[in-house]
C-alpha cells in the first residue's frame, strides 16, 4: 500500500520568514495530493491540493509543487504570520476505492 | 451552511462502558471515514463507508463497530474492548468514493475514558 513520509515534525520560525514542508510517497500510481491545516481543538481543512498533471500550484502565500519523478510534493508558506501556526498534513491517493494516506503532521510554529 | 457535525465536542465514561459518538453532514456526500488522532501520531483510519449500509474496517478498527443506515449519519461506537479508548475523534466526508477528493472534517469529539 502507499506510505507518506512527512518532514520535519516540527518546525518554528519568525514571523514573515518562509516555511516549506516536504513529504514523499511511495505508490507511483497516486495522483492526488491535498494539505490540510489543522488548528488547535478543531478538525483539519483543506488549504490546497495538486494534482498529478500539474507540477505546481499558487494561492497567495501558499503553494505546493509536485515532482512525480521523485515522488515528492512540498507546501511553500512566504511571509508567514502567527496564525499560521498549526498543524499541517499532506496526504496521497489514488483512483478507484483507495482512501487517502495521511503523513504524521508537521507542526508550525510561528514567533511574532 | 453545508458542512459536518461531531456531537458532543468533549466526552467522559467510565471504563467498560460503551460510547456512541455521532457524526452527521448535509455536504450529500457518498464517502464517511472515521479517524483517531493520539498526540504525535497523525491521523489513524477506523473505518469508512463509501456507501449507505456498507462499510469497511480501516487500519485500526478493534473494539470499535459503526452503522451506516443513512447517507447522512456514520455514528462511531467506542467498546469496552478497546483498550486504549481516550483519544480525539474526528470525522470526515467526501463527494467521491474514486479517492480524488478532498475530505472534509469535523470538529472532533475528545474522548475521555477514566
Known amino acids: 500500500g502507499e506510505n507518506v513520509e512527512q518532514h520535519p515534525s516540527t518546525l518554528s520560525v519568525q514571523e514573515g520568514d518562509s516555511a516549506v514542508i516536504k513529504c514523499t510517497y511511495s505508490d507511483s500510481a497516486s495522483n492526488y495530493f491535498p494539505w490540510y491545516k489543522q488548528e488547535l481543538g478543531k478538525g483539519p481543512q483543506l488549504i490546497i491540493d495538486i494534482r498529478s498533471n500539474v507540477g505546481e500550484k499558487k494561492d497567495q502565500r501558499i503553494a505546493v509543487t509536485l515532482n512525480k519523478t521523485a515522488k515528492h510534493f512540498s507546501l511553500h508558506i512566504t511571509e508567514t504570520q502567527p496564525e499560521d501556526s498549526a498543524v499541517y498534513f499532506c496526504?496521497?491517493?489514488?483512483?478507484?476505492?483507495?482512501?487517502?494516506?495521511f503523513g504524521r503532521g508537521t507542526s508550525l510554529i510561528v514567533h511574532p | 451552511d453545508g458542512g459536518i457535525t461531531q456531537s458532543p465536542k468533549y466526552l467522559f465514561r467510565k471504563e467498560g462502558q460503551n460510547v456512541t459518538l455521532s457524526c452527521e453532514q448535509n455536504?450529500?456526500?457518498?464517502?464517511m471515514y472515521w479517524y483517531r488522532q493520539d498526540p504525535g501520531q497523525g491521523l489513524r483510519l477506523i473505518y469508512y463507508s463509501q456507501i449507505v449500509n456498507d462499510f469497511q474496517k480501516g487500519d485500526i478498527a478493534e473494539g470499535y463497530s459503526v452503522s451506516r443506515e443513512k447517507k447522512e449519519s456514520f455514528p462511531l461506537t467506542v467498546t469496552s474492548a478497546q483498550k486504549n479508548p481516550t483519544a480525539f475523534y474526528l470525522c470526515?466526508?467526501?463527494?467521491?468514493?474514486?479517492?480524488?477528493?478532498?475530505?472534509?472534517f469535523g470538529n472532533g469529539t475528545r474522548l475521555t475514558v477514566t
Open positions: 470526515a466526508s467526501s463527494a467521491q468514493t474514486t479517492g480524488n477528493s478532498p475530505l472534509h
Open positions: 455536504l450529500n456526500h457518498d464517502a
Open positions: 496526504a496521497a491517493s489514488r483512483g478507484g476505492s483507495y482512501i487517502p494516506t
